[in-house]
């Protein structure tokens, strides 16, 4: 494996007219595949064997709190009851938030605008599992109708469910029309929202 | 009459054994390989071009459950790897080992075995996997009475023969491209055989089988085995192709032996290692994905040097290049393989990987690969084979222009767009907002977003194929002009004496060295190998003990360190029913779309919920982690819609996702489910070990019809259809729902092992989404 030039000298094997040079490896070959081979040590020895915090599990619990501190770090976690939904379906960001939620989960049966499809219209006044605001995200935590909606409390961040009740709550009164017409009763309005 | 006679300069044997032996090749089972590979390149494309179209417009498989992607696409990657790319092997195999070992084939009564049998293989396969018989493992979906076939004539017909043409070769020493068929029969026999150990079902009119591992094993042997397919069935037989063909056509002599050496056994021993790198991230244990990794990237070099070998081999007739078909198909062939073995590495660090997988851009990476170094070799061996196979002149060199420029065009066209595909598939799944949440939640908007280029890819594939169909033709018109009869050449050589003397080894070129430093210097010039080319079946045991060697390093930890896999009490087999649809999940391809396996990543777990567990896949025969998301992962689709839900989505996905493109599923409502066959499932299970109670083995049916009625009532009680208790969709929805929902299961308080699992249980909840 040295480095000598090209000399172009037969090996004197013939195979069918076919013959071969008797020339050295190329330098740059044998140190990229050596180099490869060091790289391919350490990598292990720095990933495999080293300190600690290095494996991937440990990795993404940091990612995972980084996206917690970053998402939650200023409310908290919080409790998914009436008076905190209420409270965030003033904050417009926050409703923004659960809209986004909205449209990671809930589209697939309430409609990209909630309009209903396999789910009920969700921007009339009638409700089929809820009477009160609170109900909102009770339905979501548990599920409701035998599995029709699907229980989402293993699945969604507390806080995460009181944006997306905010969201839901919030489309109320846009009286979209759905392909499924009104289901359930009308219910009283949603609480006045608190004063400052 | 052609009269060949080497003298053998270094054999001091020969004048006592002088006595020559006459023979003839035997070259009309080559011009049948040539066909057969030709046909077969057809069929493989215009399946491609079918899937392809099914992905940007999937109505077009006119509702008929035969030719749905999820059942097409293995019956092209087979097609393309097994007969187009096989028979290319096999003819220029048969053609230069003859001519390399002065010998005709062992025997004519084992060639045509092997390409009738070959063929047969190819028919079932084109007959077996469109009527979704399959064993859902990528590259390995034919069902084992078809796999037995494959061993048969595999090992027994074509290495058999192969082997024994070897023994009774007439040429003292093997010639290069000879090494890499050995490593390339006995490799691909090992690997074949390994990953297709299953436990058959007996039984009615069922071809069905279940692997003997399950879920992370399994994972990791079909992975061994995948990644081992492309090395030793797309990449060592074609070194052997273009170590003989290239030289021949140039006329030049191969650039370096040495070169040759280390690169074949550097090759040889590495990438049997290098599976692991497709299951990065995922709940195989990390120091596996970890070697996968580090020897993909110690892989490169090896690679290379057939790359370099083969181009510097062209040094000083780079003009010949200009005018001669044959030698443009081989650079370009031999560039993208370069290409290809670069990325390869790039593709296996995990980094990259974490953005690659599951994306397109393996896609475009493999077909770099199958068209541009498969593909080209196989045409510029054609062109070389043909005026000597049909002993006339080609009958248009200006068509076979046109072929490599529709051709290399048509790479281009189909690899470029769907770079960008995957490119933009992996960088819209993992987009954050500031504010954290997923940039674009609703994964249809990610599929939208690709289909301009899938149609592109339409038109790659087409002039691909129109090249192909131009090749045809000039294929038709050669052989036209054939002779009345083939002069069948009568050539001379003596026998292999014995008592051959190898040459002393070399003196040593160093002064001023240890004893020690003498020794290396005389085996850094090689001369050792020499005497291992003249006794093939050592050489073969070598290759043997290389490839087997490395994959015990990483099997045996696989299967036997306890703690790769940490029990979970939760998790438990699944109901018949529940089975019943799994199998039907297997038979219609669906891990060809949807990956069961949610990464340890952010963004992944925000979309699809906790990430999967090792101990989830325990009783999971043959596992289902997919490789592609071209629709979104199911590992925790348990739950997650309703009943109702998947109903209508069989019905027509794009009902209730606008923009869908999964096929629809409506014959799922209409078809019966062959409940009678579920007790042999669940019995074939228990086989493998999966603990079944009493009752569930007894009574598998009852139970199965039981848990259909319910499932069938709910969906009624949800203002579904009736009348659905008996039919398929019952049991892919309780296959669906059952996924990725026992960890989140309360454990059994008496269990010791509850403590584990409820900590994940806990985890899960606290960490909802994430």
Redesign the interface.
């Known amino acids: 494996m040295s480095d000598s030039p090209i000399q172009d000298e037969l090996t004197g094997h013939e195979y069918d007219g076919i013959t071969e040079y008797d020339n050295p490896i190329p330098g740059w070959w044998s140190w990229m595949f050596f180099g490869g081979i060091v790289f391919a040590v350490l990598y292990y020895m720095a990933y495999q064997l080293g300190t600690a915090g290095t494996s991937v599990a440990q990795a993404y619990d940091n990612a995972v709190t980084a996206n917690l501190k970053l998402q939650f770090e200023e409310i908290g976690i919080l409790t998914p009851d009436e008076p905190t939904i209420l409270t965030y379906m003033q904050e417009e960001n926050w409703v923004l938030f659960g809209q986004k939620t909205f449209e990671g989960n809930c589209v697939s049966c309430h409609g990209k605008e909630g309009v209903g499809l396999v789910g009920p219209n969700l921007t009339d006044d009638h409700y089929k599992n809820v009477k009160r605001l609170g109900d909102v995200a009770t339905v979501i935590q548990k599920g409701a109708a035998n599995g029709a909606m699907p229980a989402w409390q293993n699945r969604l961040h507390p806080n995460e469910i009181v944006m997306v009740s905010a969201y839901v709550a919030s489309l109320r009164g846009q009286n979209k029309p759905g392909p499924r017409g009104e289901e359930g009763s009308v219910i009283d309005p949603w609480p006045a929202a608190p004063t400052e | 009459m052609t009269t060949t006679q080497?003298m053998e300069?270094?054999d001091p044997s020969l004048s006592k054994s002088g006595i020559l032996e006459r023979f003839s090749y035997d070259d009309q089972i080559v011009r049948m390989f040539l066909l057969a590979t030709l046909v077969w390149a057809l069929v493989a494309f215009l399946v491609g071009i079918i899937i392809a179209i099914e992905l940007a417009f999937p109505a077009a498989n006119l509702g008929i459950p035969y030719i749905t992607f999820g059942r097409l696409r293995p019956l092209h990657t087979n097609a393309a790897i097994f007969a187009f790319a096989g028979n290319t092997i096999f003819a220029g195999v048969y053609y230069?080992t003859q001519?390399?070992c002065?010998a005709r084939m062992y025997s004519d009564l084992l060639s045509k075995l092997h390409f009738w049998g070959w063929q047969l293989i190819i028919v079932s396969a084109a007959v077996t996997l469109p009527l979704g018989i399959s064993q859902s493992k990528e590259y390995a979906e034919l069902e084992w009475p078809v796999d037995i076939a494959i061993a048969v004539v595999w090992l027994g017909f074509f290495g058999g023969n192969f082997l024994m043409t070897l023994i009774k070769r007439r040429?003292r020493?093997l010639?290069?491209a000879l090494w890499f068929y050995i490593a390339t029969i006995i490799t691909v026999a090992m690997l074949h055989v390994f990953n297709n150990l299953v436990i058959p079902i007996f039984g009615g009119s069922l071809i069905k089988s279940y692997p003997i591992y399950a879920g992370v094993q399994d994972a990791f042997m079909q992975w061994w085995y995948g990644h081992n397919a492309v090395a030793f069935f797309l990449t060592t037989p074609f070194l052997g192709l273009m170590y003989?063909f290239m030289?021949?056509a140039a006329d030049r002599?191969?650039?370096?032996?040495?070169?040759?050496i280390?690169h074949f056994w550097?090759l040889v021993f590495i990438y049997i290692w290098a599976g692991p790198h497709h299951l990065h991230?995922t709940a195989l244990p990390?120091?596996a994905s970890?070697?996968g990794?580090?020897?993909s990237?110690?892989?490169?070099?090896?690679s290379?040097?057939g790359m370099?070998n083969g181009l510097l081999t062209l040094r000083g007739v780079w003009h010949k290049v200009t005018t001669d078909p044959v030698l443009k198909f081989f650079v370009v062939a031999v560039t993208f393989y370069g290409m290809s073995t670069f990325e390869g590495p790039l593709l296996s660090i995990k980094s990259v990987n974490m953005l690659s997988h599951y994306t397109d851009w393996t896609i475009a990476h493999v077909h770099a690969g199958t068209l541009g170094w498969n593909g080209f070799m196989a045409f510029g061996m054609m062109y070389y084979l043909l005026p000597r196979l049909f002993q006339t002149k080609l009958y248009s060199k200006k068509l076979a222009e046109t072929h490599f420029w529709l051709g290399t065009i048509g790479i281009l066209l189909y690899i470029i767009p769907i770079y960008v595909a995957g490119l933009t598939q992996g960088l819209m799944w993992r987009g954050m907002?500031e504010?954290?949440?997923?940039s674009y939640?609703?994964f249809v908007e990610t599929v939208v977003r690709v289909i301009p280029m899938y149609w592109v890819r339409v038109i790659g594939g087409s002039c691909y194929m129109a090249g192909a169909l131009l090749c045809a033709y000039n294929y038709y018109m050669t052989w036209r002009s054939r002779p009345a009869t083939y002069d069948v050449p009568v050539h001379e050589a003596p026998a292999l004496s014995k008592g051959y003397v190898d040459p002393p080894a070399p003196e040593s070129r160093l002064k001023g060295v240890t004893e020690l430093g003498h020794k290396a210097d005389v085996w850094?010039q090689f001369k050792w190998h020499r005497k291992w080319e003249r006794l093939p079946v050592r050489f073969s045991v070598w290759v043997l003990i290389a490839v087997g060697a490395a994959s015990l390093f990483e099997i045996i930890p696989t299967f036997l360190i306890r703690s790769n896999v940490p029990t979970i009490a939760t998790v438990t087999p699944y109901t018949p029913l529940e089975l019943a649809g799994r199998d039907i999940y297997v038979s219609e391809g669906c891990y060809n779309c949807h990956s069961q396996m949610i990464r340890?990543?952010?963004a992944e777990?925000?979309?699809y919920?906790e990430?999967s567990k090792p101990g989830e896949f325990v009783y999971d025969h043959p596992f289902q982690w997919g490789s592609r998301r071209i629709g979104p992962d199911l590992a925790?689709e348990g739950?997650?819609?309703?009943?109702?839900?998947h109903v209508?989505h069989f019905q027509d996905p794009a009902q209730?996702?606008?923009g869908s493109i999964m096929p629809e599923y409506s014959w799922f409502e209409k078809k019966k489910l062959d409940f009678k066959s579920i007790p042999l499932r669940v019995n074939a299970m228990v086989i493998l070990g999966v603990p079944y109670t009493q009752d569930e083995q007894d009574n598998a049916e009852a139970l199965a019809r039981a848990q259909a009625k319910l499932i069938a009532g709910?969906i009624v009680?949800?203002d579904g259809p009736t009348g659905l208790e008996d039919k398929e969709v019952v049991a892919l929805i309780a296959y669906l729902q059952r996924l990725g929902t026992d960890i989140?299961k309360t454990p059994e308080p008496e269990d010791e092992a509850g403590a584990d699992a409820s900590g994940s249980q806990d985890e899960?909840?606290a960490?909802?989404?994430?």
């Open positions: 080497t300069p270094t230069s001519r390399l002065k040429e020493h010639y290069v003989y030289p021949k002599p191969v650039f370096s032996y040495k070169l040759s280390i550097s991230y990390e120091w970890t070697l990794m580090i020897f990237v110690m892989l490169w070099m090896p290379w040097g370099i907002t504010q954290g949440q997923l939640p609703d850094m340890p990543l952010l777990t925000i979309r919920g990430y925790r739950g997650k819609q309703s009943h109702l839900w209508l209730v996702t606008p709910e009680e949800q989140f899960a909840a960490g909802g989404g994430h």
